[in-house]
């Protein structure tokens, strides 16, 4: 896969006052992140070409990707790839890379979304909402250990976008 042909269609930066070792933890842990991912458990092969799945709170297969990045604690780069029918084959993979900086007695997270093809900002509106909320949550549950409960589902544009494209939803 030529990385250099994904381009980052959305990007966030948080600072969260913890340390690159806590965040790194954080984003690479099946029962740290069931805590801020919606009850989603994030699993991580810590090597390159190693597996990166997402479980949902029942244990089904939701994303599954391959790791392409692994410098802990600085920098994680994973295909993110979800599970429904169609999806990849039509939109093409999803690159979500992390950096994280020490930054005073803070740390600069920064998450990046990529994709190989343009995509409708109609399509981007999933990720768009759905990656603010589970960062904030992941910045919450570092610095009070309480995650944030945030009711989300995927905006009826994105759905509406998707079926137009012939992609089966949930």
Do not use: C
């Not at 965040?23 to 092969?45: D, H, I, K, P, R």
């Not at 093809?117 to 910045?139: F, V, Y």
């Amino acid at each position: 896969m030529n990385l250099d042909q994904f381009t980052p269609l959305t990007v966030y930066t948080i600072y969260i006052a913890s340390t690159p070792e806590k965040v790194w933890e954080a984003l690479t842990s099946a029962e740290f992140s069931q805590q801020y991912f919606f009850g989603n458990a994030v699993e991580v092969e810590p090597r390159l070409g190693g597996a990166f799945i997402v479980r949902t709170p029942d244990g089904a297969l939701h994303i599954s990707g391959e790791v392409l990045a692994h410098d802990p604690p600085r920098k994680l780069a994973v295909t993110f790839n979800v599970n429904w029918p169609d999806l990849i084959e039509k939109l093409g993979p999803t690159l979500v890379t992390y950096e994280i900086e020490q930054v005073g007695d803070a740390v600069r997270l920064t998450m990046s979304e990529g994709h190989d093809r343009p995509l409708s900002d109609d399509i981007l509106a999933g990720g768009r909402s759905g990656w603010p909320a589970i960062l904030s949550s992941l910045k919450s549950l570092l610095e009070t250990g309480k995650p944030l409960v945030v009711k989300l589902g995927p905006p009826q544009r994105m759905l509406d976008a998707l079926k137009a494209m012939g992609i089966k939803t949930p």
